[in-house]
Nanobody, 118 residues
Framework: VQLQASGGGSVQTGDSLRLSCAAS????????MGWFRQAPGKEREFLAL????????YYAESVAGRFTISRDKSQNTVALQMNSLSPEDTAVYYC????????????WGQGTQVTVSS
């Protein structure tokens, strides 16, 4: 399994950014796909989850209403649309996958840097 995150960059406060994760190596039916981030000196933080088959979503309170997770089954990609960005959103963003029902995320992408300046 390979997860390749892309779309990071440097933006200004209030800007939007769309991250993408290309997933390959297996069928992701019965998998949940997720986005996480890790800021310098902080623990990795869960952001959002989407079930591959049904498209059900779940968000951390810290990003609910600003971030939107989606998946394109035909392209095997998962996206994270991020709006109203602030410097507190500066972090390395990771996509991940886990089999539905399991607690641990088994597969991780390499991360993409997002920097928001004021």
């Amino acid at each position: 399994v390979q997860l390749q995150a892309s779309g990071g960059g440097s933006v200004q406060t209030g800007d939007s950014l769309r991250l993408s994760c290309a997933a390959s190596g297996r069928s992701f039916s019965n998998y949940n796909m997720g986005w996480f981030r890790q800021a310098p000196g902080k623990e990795r933080e869960f952001l959002a989850l989407i079930s591959w088959t049904a498209g059900r979503t779940y968000y951390a309170e810290s990003v609910a209403g600003r971030f939107t997770i989606s998946r394109d089954k035909s392209q095997n990609t998962v996206a994270l649309q991020m709006n109203s960005l602030s410097p507190e959103d500066t972090a390395v963003y990771y996509c991940a996958a886990k089999f539905r029902g399991e607690a641990d995320w088994s597969y991780w992408g390499q991360g993409t840097q997002v920097t928001v300046s004021s």
